[in-house]
């Protein structure tokens, strides 16, 4: 006659015990990774677009301080940037730099004229392989996981800003898509540049 065995009710508790506590102890450190994940990403791309931005206007000042049709332009990587070109009460106050990269098409360069649309461009120019970037939300909203960063601008006259999110830190809605994040900078992991001083700033509240 063959005798069966198993596990007795003791050792069945101890073992749900033991998961347990793996689980409370192992939870949060995999959460805080995660964390650090995001952070790492968005420091990691801020960093290489504060340099991208540093080497356009390096690249600007080499060849001279060019211009084209009044406006501040320098080819980089290959691509024709139109920079920053403030005018002569703006260069006395201090308020606009010259020649840090507003778009990569002849409009605009006057930093309140920042658009999403120019951040965007900026982005896919100054930056080696790029992460896929989205300057419209419903975009973002439709495509799950698919762009890894979101881009919008804060109005601020000469002070307005590209702010870039990190999109897998932003809030999901109840039918499990992406909110619009608005400008909320404190909230989500995220970083801005600034047209006007060259600024990049990483934001990972």
């Not at 804060?154 to 800003?161: I, L, M, Q, R, V």
């Amino acid at each position: 006659m063959t005798k069966h065995s198993g596990f007795s009710l003791i050792e069945l508790v101890i073992v749900v015990v033991v998961l347990g506590i793996l689980a409370v102890t192992a939870l949060p450190r995999f959460l805080d990774v995660t964390e650090e994940a995001k952070n790492a990403s968005v420091e990691g791309v801020a960093g290489g677009f504060a340099t991208g931005v540093s080497l356009t206007r390096a690249q600007w000042e080499a060849v001279g301080r060019s211009k084209e049709a009044a406006k501040n332009v320098v080819i980089y990587d290959g691509t024709k940037l139109y920079l920053t070109t403030p005018t002569n009460t703006e260069m006395t106050a201090g308020t606009v730099s010259p020649g840090y990269p507003m778009t990569n098409q002849n409009e605009d360069v006057t930093p309140a004229s920042l658009t999403p649309a120019k951040c965007e461009s900026i982005w896919n120019s100054i930056l080696q392989n790029p992460p896929r970037i989205a300057s419209s939300f419903s975009d973002v909203s439709g495509q799950g996981d698919f762009y890894k960063f979101y881009v919008t601008t804060t109005n601020g006259g000469t002070d307005t800003s590209c702010l870039f999110y990190l999109v897998n830190s932003l809030d999901k809605g109840s039918d499990g898509l992406y909110t619009d994040p608005g400008s909320d900078t404190g909230k989500f992991k995220n970083f801005t540049y600034k047209p006007a001083t060259g600024q990049v700033a990483a934001n990972i509240n």
